[in-house]
């Protein structure tokens, strides 16, 4: 087995628990279930900060808008 660390650039870490691996001929499925607590951010243009009026508190719903998800064993 490879030892050495995998260097990816995402910042925002989701722990999570393999619970299905759908196998293709080109391309792989892994679907998970997160585990514990997870911590997100998002960058906002401040008008749209004013507009939404958000404050410490507030219960939103978070959209993540991503081309991938990186899959990281360590």
């Known amino acids: 087995p490879h030892t050495a660390r995998m260097k990816y650039g995402a910042r925002n870490r ?7 691996v759908k196998k293709g001929d080109v391309m792989s499925q892994v679907e998970l279930d997160v585990v514990g607590k ?3 951010a998002s960058v906002l243009t401040t008008d749209s900060l004013k507009e939404l009026g958000l404050k410490p508190g ?3 719903q978070l959209i993540v808008k991503a081309i991938h998800v990186l899959v990281v064993k360590e």
Do not use: C, L, R
């Open 58 to 60: 507030d219960k939103v």
């Open 14 to 20: 989701i722990t999570g628990k393999v619970t299905k």
């Open 38 to 40: 997870a911590t997100m």
